[in-house]
């Protein structure tokens, strides 16, 4: 199975499984830069989670641009609600544009609350 379908499918588990609050963290094994997702059973979107420390400061404009938010100072992430399909493209913009890595080995963990 493919990147693509791997995320979509742990995307779309996570609003259809568990309970209020599941997480999907998808990472890169080689350089550990990650981006989490959360979601409860029954949401029709995911929110996506960018910890600030895995951006780097000269990013940030770069991020705010794609994801269209600012950063959020109360969580120290970028974050924005996304259609799973939606998720899975930024998933790769993030990856390729903002963390540079142009062939990432992804590793997706799935928490369900």
Not at 2 to 21: A, Y
Not at 30 to 42: D, E, H, I, L, N
Not at 86 to 107: A, M, R, T, W, Y
Request: hydrophobic fraction near 35%.
């Amino acid at each position: 199975m493919n990147s693509k379908k791997k995320i979509l499918e742990s995307l779309k588990r996570i609003m259809t499984s568990g309970g209020d609050l599941n997480f999907v963290t998808i990472s890169d094994k080689r350089s550990g830069r990650y981006v989490q997702f959360t979601a409860s059973k029954g949401d029709t979107h995911v929110l996506l989670d960018i910890p600030i420390d895995q951006v780097e400061q000269e990013k940030f404009g770069a991020i705010e641009d794609l994801l269209g938010v600012k950063l959020n100072k109360e969580t120290d992430s970028f974050q924005k609600e996304v259609s799973a399909e939606q998720g899975v493209s930024l998933v790769f913009e993030i990856f390729n544009k903002i963390f540079g890595l142009q062939d990432p080995e992804f590793e997706i963990k799935i928490t369900l609350s």
